[in-house]
Nanobody, 122 residues
Framework: QVQLVESGGGLVQAGGSLRLSCAVSGRTFGSNAMGWFRQAPGKEREFVATINWSGGYTYYADSVKGRFTISRDNAKNTVYLQMNSLKPEDAAVYYC???????????????WGQGTQVTVSS
């Protein structure tokens, strides 16, 4: 059974930073692409960032490019999302997910975490 557990969410003021973590267990983490998605109330879940198995390739949504950084530590079976210069519109539940290859389409991700709430006050 594959499990993904997010942590690190919380309340932050606009302009502040948070680092989300996603711990993966139950399979060979190092062979999977990983992604972060988010879902705000009343909106569809949207792509945020993705990283390939080695960490050598990353891709971001335009809305977070230059502010967010995705990274991974395969020795710790963990993927991270460093979020800087947070804006009120970044507030959402953030989910990590695992896939066979990198991509922006959530339908291609096989395993999902339960999500962690990020709230940004203006």
């Amino acid at each position: 059974q594959v499990q993904l557990v997010e942590s690190g969410g919380g309340l932050v003021q606009a302009g502040g930073s948070l680092r989300l973590s996603c711990a993966v267990s139950g399979r060979t983490f190092g062979s999977n692409a990983m992604g972060w998605f988010r879902q705000a109330p009343g909106k569809e879940r949207e792509f945020v960032a993705t990283i390939n198995w080695s960490g050598g390739y990353t891709y971001y949504a335009d809305s977070v490019k230059g502010r967010f950084t995705i990274s991974r530590d395969n020795a710790k079976n963990t993927v991270y999302l460093q979020m800087n210069s947070l804006k009120p519109e970044d507030a959402a539940v953030y989910y990590c997910a695992a896939a066979g290859v990198v991509g922006t389409n959530l339908d291609k991700y096989d395993y999902w975490g339960q999500g962690t709430q990020v709230t940004v006050s203006s």
